[in-house]
């Protein structure tokens, strides 16, 4: 996206997009994969999204997987919260990238959206803390 392109709003991010995660945990050594699909629904000012699919472990196994946020149209850009309303981080989409930031004592969890070659878009989170210590960037494509 570039500086003369639209600025995107929540409204864009509408619909069902394929997922492809990767999961590099830095305490353990290795590697888990996620596909998916995530789901953006609702109203002009919300969109609930709702994201399923299966992790694949190192040792072969694979696990379903789900998560629920609110995603909402704030005057900076987008408030995302957790399932219960719980405020999770906000971000700015006035640019084709944007950080975030969220706390969870004694964690930190710290975003990097890159939404340059929308309708693909990226999301990278690095998270550190006393027990925790990986990267999970995750891919999306827009599929309807």
Known sequence: ??????????????????????????????????DGVAKFAGETAALVYVETGRVHLPDGHVLAASRRYLWRAVAAGIAVQFENGRPFHSFSLAGSRATATHHCDPDTYDVAYDFSQWPLWRATWRVSGPRKHYEMVSDYSFSG
């Open 1 to 34: 996206m570039t500086q003369q392109d639209t600025r995107l709003k929540l409204a864009d991010f509408a619909g069902t997009w394929t997922i492809r995660r990767e999961i590099r945990d830095f305490r353990a050594g290795s590697t888990l994969r996620f």
